[in-house]
């Protein structure tokens, strides 16, 4: 197992491991304390079946089925397709997933652990996944915005905004609506494996912050959204098909690229996401 840094910032990248046969006790440890220093990993020249994919993850935890059960794969629905296919008249996927600054589940009472995404097709141009280090925006707040921010709590809404910019396209039935109420997680929560703080607020999901004004909430939110995806916090990944790239929402937030690929030019990856515990 190989490993060099993605940036100068966070993320590493892994090569000389075969994730369907190669990931033994020993060499899983190895990983799982990669995956918590680095927060973002990409396991290079991959070719993983979609059950060797849902066996390396379950390792990490439970794994999620997505509300969107439309875009689950047929026979493991813990599989979320992110495509902009169409099959047979439907979409294989969803096209525009994520394309907003996020956390996976941040709208759940237990937000996802981690995300791991495997590309099965990469267009030549577009659709890279930017990634924002929360942990790295936290330790560079004033003292006095860490004191600010300290204790405070925050609604999480799935769909925040009707304004395409902060959401997906896709129309949730009642019953996936239903299944999505508001939950309120801390602004600032620390990751259980590392003991390090992290700002939880995400232009997508984060609607209000709870026991503030509505002009203090705004000025909160719109502080920390503009703060969390300055250059220094930032790492922008372009795939290469066979990359597998996991990543740590507990201490990361991340937004897709996906909205203007040009005709004819596809984008295919399955996605499996790990069961977190409540921030604290």
């Known amino acids: 197992m190989q490993v060099q840094p993605l940036s100068a910032r966070f993320g590493a990248e892994v090569r000389d491991l075969d994730l369907s046969r190669d990931v033994d006790d020993e060499a899983f440890g190895a990983i799982h304390r990669l995956f918590v220093e680095s927060k973002l990993l990409c396991f290079k020249n991959q070719n993983l079946s979609a059950a060797a994919q849902l066996a390396f993850s379950s390792r990490f935890g439970p794994l999620e089925v997505h509300v969107l059960s439309q875009y689950n794969h047929p026979e493991h629905p813990e599989i979320f397709r992110l495509s902009n296919?169409?099959?047979?008249?439907?979409?294989?996927?969803?096209?525009?997933?994520?394309?907003?600054?996020?956390?996976?589940?941040?709208?759940?009472?237990?937000?996802?652990k981690a995300t791991i995404l495997n590309a099965l097709e990469i267009p030549p141009e577009?659709?890279?996944?930017?990634?924002?280090?929360?942990?790295?925006?936290?330790?560079?707040?004033?003292?006095?915005?860490?004191?600010?921010?300290?204790?405070?709590?925050?609604?999480h809404r799935y769909r925040r905004k009707a304004d395409a910019a902060q959401s997906t396209r896709v129309e949730m039935t009642e019953a996936q609506k239903q299944q999505t109420p508001d939950v309120d997680h801390p602004l600032i929560r620390t990751n259980p494996d590392s003991g390090r703080k992290a700002i939880f607020a995400h232009p997508g999901m984060t609607a209000e912050v709870i026991g503030q004004s509505p002009q203090d909430s705004r000025e909160i939110l719109e502080f920390l959204f503009a703060h969390t995806v300055q250059p220094q916090f930032r790492y922008d990944f372009r795939w290469s098909p066979g990359d597998v790239v996991m990543w740590d929402n507990r201490s990361t937030m991340h937004s897709a690229t996906t909205r203007d690929l040009p005709a004819g030019q596809y984008r295919t990856l399955y996605r499996t996401t790990v069961r977190g515990e409540r921030p604290v």
Do not use: C, N
């Open 85 to 112: 296919r169409v099959v047979d008249g439907k979409p294989m996927g969803i096209a525009d997933g994520g394309s907003y600054w996020h956390s996976d589940l941040a709208f759940q009472e237990r937000p996802a």
């Open 126 to 155: 577009g659709g890279d996944t930017l990634f924002a280090d929360m942990e790295a925006a936290y330790e560079a707040l004033s003292d006095e915005w860490k004191a600010r921010l300290d204790g405070l709590r925050a609604v």
